[in-house]
C-alpha cells in the first residue's frame, strides 16, 4: 500500500505547500472563500486521520482555521498520514462514524486515497476562485508534478 500511496501524498504535501504560500504572500480582494477551502482541505485530512487512529478530531470539518496554523496543521497531517501508512494494511477495514453520527467501513487505502482525492478536488476550487479574483492559478495537476 505505501508504494502506492506514499509518493501520493508527496505530491499532496507539495502541492499544499504551494497552495498556502500563494494564499498567504497575496493579498487577495476576496480572502474568505480561499481561506475557507484551505482550511476545509486541512481539517477534512485532519479528521480523517483521526479516524483512522481512533481519535478524537480537535476540528470540525468546515471549521476555519487560522491562517497562521495552515503550514503546522499541514506538516501535522502529512506526518500522521506517513505513519499510518506504516501501521495499517491496505486492505484492513476501519469502522468510524462521519460527522452525522453515521457508521461506515472503508479500507485504509479507500479512507487514505480519498485524503489525496479530496484534497485535488478542492486546491481545483481555490485556482477557480484565484482566477475569479484575477490571480494565476498554480498548477498543481499530478502529470504536472511528476514532469517536473
Known sequence: MSDFLSPLFTYNQEMNDRIILQLTTHTWPEPEPLHRLMSHILTAHHI???????????????ESVPVGTWQSLHQENTEESVRLLQEFSGSQFITYTNSRGEAFSNSVQDILFHVINHSTYHRAQIATEVRRQGGNPLATDYIFYKRS
Open 48 to 62: 480523517w486521520n483521526q479516524r483512522l487512529a481512533g481519535n478524537i478530531p480537535r476540528y470540525g470539518v468546515w
